[in-house]
Every structure is written in C-alpha cells, then in structure tokens.
C-alpha cells in the first residue's frame, strides 16, 4: 500500500525562527513529490520535485528530494505568522496515476 | 487562477437524504479526484478517474459512488446520507502528460448530517 508519512504532525514557533518539515513516502512506481500549504480551505500548490539534488526555491520556502533516502524536506527561512497553515506532502504515481497525501504538518507561528 | 469550482460550499442535510456534490473543471484535465478531510486531518483519497467513463475507489473505504461522463464534470453522489459522511470534500483535478503536474483544488463542499 501506497504511503507518505510527514513529521512532525504539529509544530509551534516563534517568529523569524527557520523550520523544516519532512516527508517520507514508500510508494511503487514514484513519479514526483509535491508540497502543498492549507490555511482554511483548498489546498495551494507550493513546489513540485522529480529529481533528486535539486533544490526548488521561492522566497523563503525551498524544498529538495532525495529519492535514495525516499524523503523531501521543506524549509522555511524567517518564518512569519502568514506561514501559519497544515503543510501537505503528496507523492505522484505512474502506474495508479493517482497522488497520494501524507497527514499534514500543523504550523503555528506565534508572533 | 485555478478554474475548478465545487458546489454546494456548504451543506447541512437530514439522514437518508441523496445528496449529489458537484465538481467541474474547465482545464480540460484527464485525471479528477476526490478527497475526504475531517478538520485537522489528513486527505484521504476516496474517488478517482482517469477520464471519460473511468472511475476507481481510492484508499479510503466511502459509500459514495462518482461519475465522469464528460471530462469537466465529476460529480460526487451519496445515495443515503448518514452523519458518519460529515465531512468536508475537496475535489481535484490534474494533467498527467509526460508527468505529473500539480493537482488544483477545488474550494472544498463541507457536509453535515444531522
């Protein structure tokens, strides 16, 4: 069965403090790995990773895949209390064609 | 700006009532799906297709049943809602090309059944 495990579940900081979050997923046929960041309602697309090394970055968000290890990690620089939100880690298949979501990291922010 | 819209938004229903959930997306994607999220919680996978009359169950064990009979159109149905089916729905959909692409949301149906 198809599994993405993310830790920790839940995690509160202070302000300006960095983070990082991590995905670890056991799946056949592994496609690509995608972060998503939930405040109320739909989750929003953050990155997309297909390939091992190679850090995606976008403002203080980056993220990297190790497909050896079987594990992402999102990080956040300088985080503020906009950060605040349930970070989702999905994992794309080929042969089921379907993604594949892990439970969630709750981010709290305290200013 | 994603264009993949769920309706109703909000939806509170008596027990035993059919109830259907819309969702429809106009990116032309092949690949739909739905998820069932208790708050706090993580998505489970209930619903998928592929395209035009394809559906498959996903993870999660659900007594709703999916149709996909155009390719924008993916309607979610419960037959006889219960209040177990609380919840809210997100439904999803994605292009799978030479590889995947990311998945859009919808704006998510939360459920209550009383």
């Known amino acids: 069965e198809d599994k993405v495990v993310q830790s920790p579940l839940s995690l509160v900081v202070h302000e300006g403090d960095t983070v990082t979050l991590n995905c670890s997923y056991e799946v056949t046929n592994f496609r690509s790995l995608l972060w998503y960041k939930q405040e109320k309602k739909a989750p929003t697309f953050l990155f997309m990773l297909t390939s091992s090394g190679i850090e995606k970055k976008s403002g203080r968000l980056s993220s990297i895949l190790d497909k050896k290890e079987l594990f992402s990690i999102l990080n956040i620089t300088a985080t503020q209390t906009g950060d605040s939100a349930i970070y989702l880690c999905a994992v794309g298949t080929q042969g089921a064609q379907k993604l594949v979501f892990g439970q969630g990291t709750r981010l709290t922010i305290n200013p | 700006e994603a264009d993949i819209y769920q309706t109703p938004r909000y939806l509170v229903i008596g027990t035993g009532k059919k109830i259907t959930l819309e969702c429809s997306q106009t990116?032309?994607?092949?690949?739909m799906y739905w998820y069932q999220q208790d708050p706090g919680m993580e998505l489970h996978l209930i619903h998928y297709s592929y395209g035009v009359n394809s559906t498959e169950k996903g993870d999660l064990s659900s007594e709703s049943t999916v149709s996909r009979i155009r390719t924008e159109h993916f309607p979610l149905t419960l037959e006889s809602a219960r209040p177990s089916h609380t919840s809210q729905y997100l439904c999803?959909?994605?292009?799978?090309?030479?590889?995947?692409?990311?998945?859009?949301f919808g704006q998510g149906t939360r459920l209550t059944v009383v």
């Open positions: 999803a959909s994605s292009e799978y090309a030479r590889g995947w692409t990311e998945a859009f």
């Open positions: 990116m032309g994607h092949d690949k």
